[in-house]
């Protein structure tokens, strides 16, 4: 296949360029002006189209939250225990969610999918492509991350089970990284000897991933308190961490000034539904990353509808975001905050053939997008 005479918005790249585009096997593997198709090879003519990378969206809770569903056929949350790591959200993700297919024709081409914010650690987190009928084929990465939660949602699922103020929440992530470490201690020490390791755990077993730093710890922090919090606590342990939310991100933007730690902003379009969001604002992503801040946009879908994610990059940038940062936060920003940079993110030879063709920009809400590739395939 090749995609000729687009003016390609490659999200590596300040300004666009026109050129063609071959895909084979469902990679990109040549970009450049003048390609000439073989016998056969399909040809997808973008003259006067943009040509843009799938959008990717760091956090949201698609194929875990059903349409038209409702609390009782809700499968993101375990409320059964305040802390669950031992959960996978590829074992709730339901490939039919009709939201899926809805995503995939608004652009979002991939995403990071799991767990709510009611457990201080929650469990593993997937990446998936918008397309397909079985979780296994549509995985791109697993696990990418361990969700954790600060803040008011673990005080208000688990007040009445002794977990009633921000400090027994950030206690429960420590005790439970502290239990971790000692176990893998304990496992390596016995080396080969079974009868010298510990007994199995399962909640420790989940855990060692995090510590040998092979994930994140993906932590739900929307006051500057809780960001702060999951600061201390990822340097305490020597973990990584990736920054959820960070709705109050922009009030102490200097102190976040150059953070090495990834950051995931919104949901911002909507209403401010619980104290903790009384600040949010769009002005906070663009803030952030003229401090040096690795910015991802995001719609915590279903909070915001999937397909609407480069909509919230557009009123960012209304607010006053640079048009390209605000570009990078729906495109390579969230594909490197979720571990899947090498595939998806950006227009380049190598990656995976996933485009969006639209007629102006996509960040504009009046934009017809008119094709969506995925793999090379397009979404119907």
Known sequence: MIIKNGTIYDAIHEKPYTADIRVEGGKICEIAEGLAAAEGEEVIDAAGLRVYPGFVEAHCHLGLDGWGIGFEGSDYNEYGDVCTP?????????PQDPTILMA????????????????????????????????DDMIIKAPVAMKGALGENPKRCYKDKGNFARMSTASVMRSMLFKAKEYLEKKEAAGDDVFKRPAFDFKCEAMIPVLKKEIPLKIHAHQANDILTAIRIAKEFDVLLTLEHVTEGHIIADKLAGCPYPMAVGPTLGHASKFELQNKTWTTPGILASKGCQVSIITDSPVIPQQYLPLCAGL??????????????????????????????????????????????????????????????VIE
């Open 86 to 94: 031992q959960m996978r959200a590829e074992d709730s993700f339901n």
């Open 104 to 135: 995939a024709k608004g652009g979002v081409t991939t995403v990071a999918t799991g767990q709510g914010s009611s457990n201080a650690i929650g469990g593993t987190w997937i990446a998936v492509k918008t397309t397909g009928c079985c979780v």
């Open 316 to 377: 960012a940038v209304k607010a006053g975001m640079d048009p390209f940062e605000a570009l990078k936060a729906i495109t390579i920003n969230p594909a490197k905050h979720i571990g899947v940079a090498d595939r998806v993110g950006s227009i380049e030879v190598g990656k995976d053939a996933d485009f969006v063709l639209c007629e102006g920009d996509p960040l504009v809400s009046s934009t017809v997008i008119k094709t969506v590739l995925i793999d090379g395939c």
